[in-house]
């Protein structure tokens, strides 16, 4: 029997932001409160093969030495066909990649190999994760997916959620290169202003919390800086219910996407009508919109560049191949008008 769809404890999001304030007043370091971003366990939700799928354990190294873990999901092909594409998905904040995994487990069917993995402190993942760190592991992970065999390096597609969608941001304004395009999830703009609009739901925490949001990233760190320096086609997907992580905050990025894209590669928002928390891919409406904007990215890599027009700077003209007509023969004066 197939798994119906594990979606990530929102609670878990929700009362980890809460937390913030209060980390407050027990935190003396920056990584005290981060920790209140994280809830990974090591609860095996979901398998491959309970969706019919093939997988690989796929292990590679974080630049500060954790060791990571992940699966990766060949696409099912006909004998001499070729993959469409590689996913590279980001997931959110909560559980493990078990948890995640019906997110991406249709795409193998739809001909995209998908690399879904854990950050440091995950599952199998080694480490504890940190806002910079996890954006680390991502580097580490699109590194991995580029090495695998049968990978075009020039067709890869990252898929980021909540968290994960927050991490991609920064990651694709440090490293796009075969990258077509970028699905957004759920994300949020700001590590502070995230933490402030949950202490915002309490009046006590709303009170203790300023404390805390302090040592959180700066703006220099956060998604929607790090937006306006991504050049991929994106499209920004967020439900208008979203109780977690309010949907200005993908409107937010579309405005910071907007400052700097190539023609053609302006921001989409979806907005998914009494959507909830990162259940997008549980619509087949969605995933078909997001499977056609995957396959038209890929299919414009196919396509040849368009001709570049420069220029020329006409030679001056050779007089001796100047061709002179001679002058016209004098005609009839005209009348002149009588008086």
Request: proline letters at 11%; one cysteine or more; glycine letters at 8%.
């Amino acid at each position: 029997m197939r798994p119906s769809f594990v979606r990530p404890s929102p609670v878990r999001l929700r009362h980890g932001l809460l937390a913030l304030g209060l980390a407050a007043l027990l935190a003396t370091t920056t990584g005290c409160v981060e920790r209140m971003f994280f809830h990974p366990d090591q609860q095996a939700y979901s398998t491959p093969a309970q969706f019919g799928l093939t997988a690989q354990d796929l292990y590679f190294n974080a630049p500060d030495g954790s060791r990571l873990h992940g699966w990766w999901l060949p696409a099912k092909l006909a004998p001499g066909q070729a993959a469409k594409g590689t996913v590279l998905h980001l997931h959110g904040n909560a559980a493990n990649v078990s948890n995640h995994l019906p997110a991406v487990a249709w795409l193998p069917a739809e001909g995209w190999h998908v690399l879904t993995f854990d950050y440091r402190g995950f599952g199998q993942s080694q480490g504890r994760p940190t806002l910079d760190g996890v954006v680390e592991d991502a580097q580490a992970a699109l590194k991995a997916l580029r090495q695998q065999p049968g990978v075009d390096a020039q067709r890869i597609v990252v898929f980021g959620q909540s968290l994960g969608g927050a991490t991609a941001l920064r990651l694709l304004a440090q490293d796009s290169a075969g990258v077509r395009g970028a699905i957004i999830d759920s994300a949020f703009a700001s590590y502070r202003g995230i933490a402030r609009e949950a202490a915002a739901r309490s009046a006590l925490l709303g009170a203790v919390a300023p404390a805390g949001v302090q040592l959180l990233p700066g703006p220099e760190k956060d998604p929607v800086t790090a937006a306006a320096k991504v050049s991929v086609p994106v499209v920004l997907v967020h439900g208008t219910a979203d109780r977690i992580v309010d949907p200005k905050n993908s409107m937010q990025l579309a405005v910071a996407l907007n400052a700097r894209v190539a023609p053609g590669t302006l921001p989409e928002v979806l907005e998914i009508r009494d959507g909830q928390h990162i259940d997008a891919m549980r619509r087949p409406e969605i995933r078909r919109v997001v499977l056609e904007r995957m396959n038209a990215w890929v299919r414009a890599a196919d396509a040849p560049p368009p001709p570049v027009f420069v220029p020329q700077t006409p030679d001056p003209p050779d007089p001796s191949r100047i061709e002179r007509m001679p002058p016209a023969a004098p005609g009839p004066k005209p009348a002149l008008p009588s008086a």
